[in-house]
């Protein structure tokens, strides 16, 4: 346990030391969903209070967005480290080197999530939105699952640097037919019936419009409880399917870097 | 070229990168089933904007993309002194890399979109557009090109700045909507947007026929401004670099 520590203060020290880093990365899971709420708001007529089914744009965005930043989890150093034959040390260290990496993730997602709780508790003494504490509750429950969900994606997208050069397109493919589904592109309300139906049986519903919507009082006790459920069932699944890709990578992993 | 060889890892690019941008355009049409036009724009003007940003990140790819990735790790590992002792321009070195092959198929995925949106908009005098739409084009591949050169100075200063990769990206995606639609909005915001706008929604209005001067001639002049200073913030942070291994 004592090791896993230091990670995390590693991690944390390794934050300090590159601050600016945080910042590029930040900015970069917030400004998509930025440019997103302003077309958005041009489509519906620049009405930023304007609501959808009982919530504002303005809200509905602040919350995809804090909630996008904190779930992000970045595939590339894992990647590069399977591509350049880095990974061969740490396979031989007396550590995991999944939980190595969630530890040196953790100080940017407690940084974020601060913030984004700052930020809310901003903007509600300004519009009055709020959220109440039990909606909070169900809310960090349904974020801590999203980020094992996406924290565990991230390793698959990782994963398939075995078999490819660069894994930047499985990215894009995830960020953008995620993004339809998950509510990040389109508020899941303007999907028509058949999209709508299709995006239960996806987990991109779950790992950011769920939450939201939880956040917002907009969901029946029955339907969170399937939420939830339907969250860790994606959860172990992408568990399982990444230790399937990794055994299976690792099988054939010379660690010559190319 | 190697990928290529591998016809499987070929196929499954194809497939990537083609169902991408397919989601796109389904998200477009959606957006277009509950309004008719987006502050004047129509449904198959954006879809020709959302195509010239893909063809951007599809030349991108092709040319000095790859300067955002590992950049910053050479100079983390100090490998980045080998390239100071090569007798080549630096700069060219480190943006020109290699040809990301990978996204090969994102260029005439692009085009095709193209096509069919200019087919739809029945634009008149083609070829000056398409000219015109090639130089602005080149002139917002330059604008990108400067961005990035000036996010990779800062690596001289601060050693690891891997996660620009994702910034940078965030912005390329960002040129695939029609920014110069958004209206409306505090000032602060339309000036952020201003050369985000520039990227593909100027070449975009050039194609379909409207040129616009200011714009045309703001597009150009930030181009090769940003390429002059992006140019002589690197050298001048290079100056400051010792390496950073050692």
Known sequence: MKKYWQFFKMGFQQFLEYRLNFVWSTAGAIISTLILYLFWTAILGSNPSRTISGFSLGNYYLLISIIGALTFSNFRPI?????????????????????????????????????????ILLIGRFTG???????????SISVALAVGVKFYLAFLIAGLAFWFKRVHGFNALI????????????????????????????????????PVQLALGQVAIRQSILGFAILVLWLALVVVLNKLVWAKGLSQFDASGR | MSEMTHKGNFLTWIAVHSISLLTLIIFFKLVYTNVAQINGWSQYQSLLVLGTGTLITGLGSLTFFPFMYGFSREIQKGEFDFKLAKPLNILFQSAFR????????????????IIYSVLQLHPQNLLPNTIGYIVLLTSSMLFLFSILTLIQSLAFRFIQINSVTDFYWSIVNITKYPAKAIKNVSQIALYALVPLAIISSVPSEVLMGKWEPVWIIGSLTLAITSFIISRQVFMFSLRHYSSASS
């Open chain 1, 79 to 119: 990647a590069d480290d399977i591509w350049e034959g880095d990974l061969a040390i740490d396979l031989l260290r007396p550590y995991n080197y999944i939980l190595k990496h969630f530890l040196f993730e953790l100080p940017y997602k407690i940084t974020r999530l601060v913030l984004g709780i700052v930020l």
């Open chain 1, 129 to 139: 939105f709020k959220i109440s504490v039990s909606n909070a509750i169900l809310l």
């Open chain 1, 175 to 210: 960020f953008n037919f995620g993004g339809l589904f998950s509510g990040e592109l389109i508020p899941l309300i303007f999907l028509p019936p058949t999209l709508d139906a299709f995006s239960h049986y996806l987990p991109f519903r779950y790992l950011a419009y769920f």
């Open chain 2, 98 to 113: 290699w040809v990301d092959i990978e996204d090969l198929i994102v260029t005439p995925n692009a085009i095709l979109l």
